[in-house]
C-alpha cells in the first residue's frame, strides 16, 4: 500500500474554533498534539451530512472558553461528543482513522468505523478486520454474505460490524432460507423447471438485496452480488 493509499487521521476534538476536526502531516506519528491542521466541516473530502456536521459545530461551540469548572457538565459534553465521533467514524468508514479527544479522561482513543468502540490502537481488531468488500451471494445452507477472511457469514454477526437494519437483516436471512427450500424440495421432487423457475425469482430478490446492503453500508465499503450458486 502507498503512502497515498494510507487512512487519513482525524481528531475530533472540541476547542471553539471554526471546526472541532483537524488532522495531521503526512507522516506525522499522530500524536494529539500533532493535529495542527484543520478541517472545516464543509470540507468536500468528508461529504458530511447537515446534520452531523451541525451536531459537531453545535458540540464545539457548547464547550466554555475557559474549559469546563462542572464535572457533570464535562461528562454530557463528552458523551455528546463521542456520539457525534462514532456518527463521523462510521459515516467516514476505512478510508479515515477517527480519533475523538475525550476531555474529562485526557484520552485521545481511536473510533472504530465498525463497532463504533474506542480502543487504544487502530488495528485493535487485528487479521482480519471489519470486511470492507462483501459479496451477497445465495448457496444451499450457506449464509447470505461473504468476505475473504470471513468466508460465509449472517448479516447481523457481529464480527462483521455491518450494522444493517433489522428489516434488511431480515430479509437476507429468509432470502438464504428460500433459497435452502427451493434446493430440498428440487431434492425431493427432481423438478428442474420448477427450480429454475424459483431460482429465477430469487435471482431478482438478491440484485435488489444487494443493492440495499450498498446503500445502508458506510462509505469505504463496497457490495457485489455473486448470484446463487
Known amino acids: 500500500m502507498s503512502r497515498d493509499d494510507d487512512p487519513r487521521h482525524l481528531l475530533v476534538r472540541a476547542h471553539g474554533g471554526a471546526s472541532p ?11 494529539p498534539e500533532e493535529f495542527v491542521y484543520e478541517v472545516a466541516l464543509d470540507d468536500p473530502r468528508l461529504g458530511l451530512p447537515d446534520g452531523l456536521a451541525e451536531r459537531l459545530r453545535g458540540w464545539d461551540r457548547a464547550r466554555p472558553g475557559g474549559g469546563f469548572t462542572d464535572r457533570p457538565a464535562l461528562r454530557r459534553h463528552a458523551e455528546r461528543g463521542l456520539a ?7 459515516h467516514l468508514g476505512p478510508g479515515w482513522v477517527v480519533r475523538f479527544w475525550d476531555e474529562q479522561h485526557r484520552t485521545a482513543k481511536f473510533v472504530c468505523w465498525g463497532c463504533r468502540q474506542l480502543h487504544w490502537t487502530a ?17 444451499y445452507k450457506w449464509f447470505p454474505l461473504r468476505a475473504d477472511g470471513f468466508g460465509d457469514f ?11 437494519p433489522e428489516d434488511l437483516v ?9 433459497i435452502d427450500s427451493v434446493m430440498e424440495t428440487w431434492l425431493r421432487d427432481r423438478d428442474d423447471t420448477a427450480r429454475e423457475a424459483a431460482y429465477e425469482r430469487l435471482e431478482a430478490e438478491g440484485e435488489h438485496l444487494a443493492r440495499r446492503v450498498a446503500d445502508a453500508l458506510a462509505p ?6 455473486g448470484g446463487i450458486g
Do not use: C, M
Not at 154 to 164: R, T
Not at 170 to 178: I, P, T, V
Open 123 to 139: 488495528d485493535a481488531h487485528g487479521t482480519p478486520p471489519h470486511p470492507r468488500h462483501v459479496v451477497v451471494e445465495g448457496e
Open 154 to 164: 449472517a448479516p447481523d454477526d457481529p464480527a462483521a460490524a455491518l450494522g444493517l
Open 21 to 31: 476536526l483537524s488532522t495531521t502531516a503526512p507522516g506525522a506519528s499522530a500524536d
Open 84 to 90: 457525534a465521533a462514532q456518527d463521523l467514524a462510521r
Open 220 to 225: 469505504g465499503r463496497t457490495v457485489t452480488y
Open 170 to 178: 431480515r430479509e437476507l436471512h429468509r432470502w438464504a432460507k428460500d
